[in-house]
């Protein structure tokens, strides 16, 4: 623990704002047997539960609450965490109410409606109090495009989110200046703002138009501190969900969520959707599948832009997406900031030395990427 004893407080202090009393809970997954993982991986995920389980010691120590939950993983990120996990961090009370309501199996399931959805926060409302205030996913797969954690921002929860997190990361890309961080995240999502259309090209050949109409850019600044906050840790982009049924281009993929591709895979799209494959490395036949299980997986779900100067390495997507001068693209779920596709599927990918190109209303054009190089 006295490793990242400094990082931890940090973490409480600076990226969550916690105040007095409050009720903080850390989760993490479990290796599954069914997995398939390379030595490094399973490695790294064993580091992974290790941690999260020394951060919430710590924080019982340091302030008195500090709950921990863990689960066999999910089958991918975007998909709902079990229901233990919902019980960890909501009121036996709510639990009940959303079991007899009907409404708990569509949460879980993610198929419930918007007429459901919204009952389901009207009940989690009325008992907040209950609601854990601050949560640590330091899960493997992402559950940030999920009923659980909209439902606890709505709570009034606090939420950070590290998917395929390293715990090597507290001493590098954790120890950014959070505040000049902001700043630069900032003024990029007041730049992307302004544009129609965005326009991404990369020398391994990726060519994006990604429409931006109607749809508004946010920060991800890992400063989350406000009732109901929630990003990634380690934090820096400017993400937005594109319109559906507009974008297209060329996506040329190289690095998965955790390693380089073996050999590069093409992927085509049309009307917001990917439309072809092509490629021989395995990531092929894993998206493949995924696109069968539920088309919406095809969905081009988000455009984010790195801003993060202490992130650096690219084989863990998390810290890659925010490497400053990147961009990354998503498939799948966007439901949770601002789009309108739900999956159980949320994937990034991350694209080095981009050229972006903003395009405004008036067709005047701004770069404000120039070959990795942040213009702003």
Request: with cysteine; charged share 25%.
């Amino acid at each position: 623990m006295e490793q990242y004893q400094q990082a931890f407080e940090s973490l409480f202090a600076t990226n969550m704002g916690y105040r007095p009393g409050e009720r903080i809970l850390v989760f993490s997954d479990l290796i599954r047997s069914d997995e398939a993982l390379t030595e490094a991986d399973r490695n790294r995920r064993s580091r992974l539960h290790a941690t999260a389980r020394e951060l919430a010691d710590f924080s019982r120590i340091r302030f008195g609450s500090g709950e921990f939950s863990d689960f066999p993983a999910t089958p991918a990120s975007g998909a709902e965490p079990p229901l233990t996990l919902w019980q960890a961090v909501f009121s036996e009370a709510i639990i009940e109410q959303l079991e007899i309501t009907g409404l708990m199996g569509p949460l879980l399931a993610k198929s419930i409606d918007a007429a459901g959805l919204e009952r389901a926060r009207g009940i989690v409302a009325a008992g907040k109090a209950a609601v854990a205030n601050i949560i640590i996913a330091l899960a493997n797969n992402s559950t940030s495009h999920t009923n659980f954690r909209k439902l606890a921002c709505h709570a009034g929860a606090r939420f950070a989110s590290l998917p395929h997190f390293d715990p090597e990361m507290f001493a590098t890309s954790m120890t950014v200046d959070w505040h000049a961080l902001a700043d630069r995240t900032a003024k990029l999502v007041e730049a992307v703002n302004r544009a129609e259309w965005v326009y991404v090209e990369c020398p391994n050949g990726t060519v994006m138009h990604i429409c931006k109409k109607g749809r508004k850019a946010e920060g991800d600044d890992g400063l989350l501190t406000a009732d109901g906050a929630f990003g990634n840790l380690p934090a820096g982009e400017a993400y937005l969900a594109p319109l559906e049924g507009e974008s297209h281009g060329t996506m040329v993929i190289e690095w998965g969520p955790t390693a380089k591709l073996a050999s590069p895979l093409t992927l085509t799209v049309a009307d917001g959707r990917v439309v072809r494959i092509d490629g021989d490395d395995p990531l092929r036949q894993r998206l493949e599948a995924k696109f069968a299980e539920n088309s919406n997986c095809r969905n081009l779900a988000e455009l984010g832009i790195g801003t993060n100067d202490k992130a650096s390495r690219p084989d863990n997507v998390l810290e890659a997406e925010k490497i400053l001068g990147t961009i990354h693209l998503a498939l799948g779920d966007n439901t949770g900031f601002g789009g309108m596709v739900a999956a159980p599927f949320h994937e990034d990918y991350v694209f080095y030395q981009p050229t972006v190109t903003l395009v405004m209303p008036d067709g005047s054009q701004e770069i404000i990427i120039d070959n990795g190089r942040l213009q702003l």
